[in-house]
């Protein structure tokens, strides 16, 4: 038995093949960047980001109005970074789960999952309307405990749903119908939200969006970064590298990014998550695990995995680190890291055993925008001619659409419903700055490590934190 143990592959070996370059962008379907601005121009609305945010902000600004002016500008090309690399869930969530939401906004939650719920739906629809190939799929979400003291967690959240009006979403599987869905060793219960999440190929789905907004006749350059914003006669002007774009309004879709207003600084930390996608499942290894409702897969520890089926019987595992770099700097040597593709690859086998032999095709990483309540914040600048959504904190696939109608609201002036919710008129708490920030997020990543090994309990820090408001997470 100790030789048999000995000669037994290491999951390490899984990664040896690896491509290091994230599984969505390697595509010979991508299509081919747009040529940057040179020069000046002028438009009614410039959007600045190509990922999810501004898309979504510059295909409803031409659907609220097709006579405006509308011009995206994107430093790289389009869904390049956090839109094109994520896991693929869209959900309908807006406030990162209904723990969050209720724990911030408990008068306003119901309202908040209604809109939610008809945001996916107006996704589905946008999807289906422009002919957008990106293996949509409601399948819903399974939040699995791996723990004892997690049951009663989910089933927690069972009640508060019901509570809310949404029982009827929300299914709680035990021990035997969890596995009978999904078969893990390591599965001891789940809650099953069947309509509130979609699985979809996130680098298709930008894409798509680029297209219908062609399509609408909203104006692009990509390699075309903005380096300044300042007032001009009554609007924006937003200085690029060759040239500059003259705005009555500006929407900032920068998320991680830095943002060209400094006010935003404060609240968003860039965070590096990362991925490793499995070899397409014979139809013997498929069979092992079941699964063959689809449905996205995360754990419900604090540091926690999510994973999912591609349309090609792939499994993608991510998450469980979260690693930010001293500064908060965004850089492109930060999004690979070894250390975590080796610790997610272990996390693999130990959750399917029965996959071993099984290899990973492609190994990534990069960097997504938190806050400190996990969820997007929203304001305006400059007498109210930019307008800014970031802080999605992982869950941007659906709620940036959520985002921009509020930018858009914003930008106009009008009182919607969504512009009087509390969670848009408020803000989350600041982080600290440098050298208090790396010490503050040290402390809770060793803090959250510690509650994830002793039965969920909170020590005296993390449970500061929850009475101040601050979190941190992925």
Known sequence: MARAAMNAPSPVHALADATPAPFWLDDPDRPAALPALTGDTHCDLLVVGGGYSGLWTALLAKE????????????????????????????????????????????????????????????????TRHGIDCAFERTGEIDIATRPHQIAELQETAEDAARLGHGDRYTFLDRDALRAEVDSPTFHAGLWDRDGVAMLNPARLAWGLKRACRDLGVRFHEHTRAT??????????????????????????????????????????????????????????????????????????????????????????????????????????????????????????????????????????????????????????????????????????????????????????????RTELEMVRSKPLPFPPEPLRWAGIGITQWSMTRADAREGHRNLWLRAMDKAGLGFDS
């Open 64 to 127: 609220r109005d097709p006579h405006r002016d509308v011009l995206l500008i994107e430093g790289a090309e389009t869904g390049w970074a956090a839109s094109g690399r994520n896991g693929g869930f869209c959900a309908a969530s807006l406030t990162h789960g209904l723990g969050n939401g209720l724990a911030r906004w408990p008068g306003e939650l119901a309202r908040l999952e209604e809109l939610g719920l008809r945001n996916l739906d107006a996704i589905e629809d946008t999807v």
């Open 228 to 417: 300044d914003l300042a007032p001009y006669r009554g609007g924006m002007a937003v200085r690029t590298p060759y040239g500059r774009v003259f705005a009555r309004q500006v929407a900032l879709g920068t998320n991680a990014f830095p943002s060209l207003l400094r006010r935003v600084h404060p609240y968003v930390v860039p965070v590096y998550d990362h991925a490793l996608m499995t070899e397409p499942l014979s139809e013997e290894q498929r069979a092992a695990i079941g699964w063959r409702g689809r449905q996205g897969l995360s754990d419900s520890n604090n540091h926690f995995h999510y994973f999912r089926l591609t349309a090609d019987h792939r499994i993608l595992w991510g998450g469980y680190d979260i690693v930010y770099r001293y500064g908060g700097g965004v850089r492109a040597e930060y999004d690979h890291h070894p250390a975590t593709y080796a610790k997610l690859a272990q996390h693999f086998f130990r959750c399917f055993p029965q996959l071993e032999g099984l290899r990973f095709s492609h190994a990534w990483g990069g960097a997504i925008d938190t806050c400190s309540r996990f969820s997007a914040f929203f304001g305006t600048a400059h007498k109210g001619r930019v307008a800014y959504a970031a802080g999605y904190t992982g869950l941007g696939v659906g709620a940036t659409r959520f985002g921009a109608e509020v930018m858009l609201d914003l930008l106009s002036g009008e009182r919607t419903e």
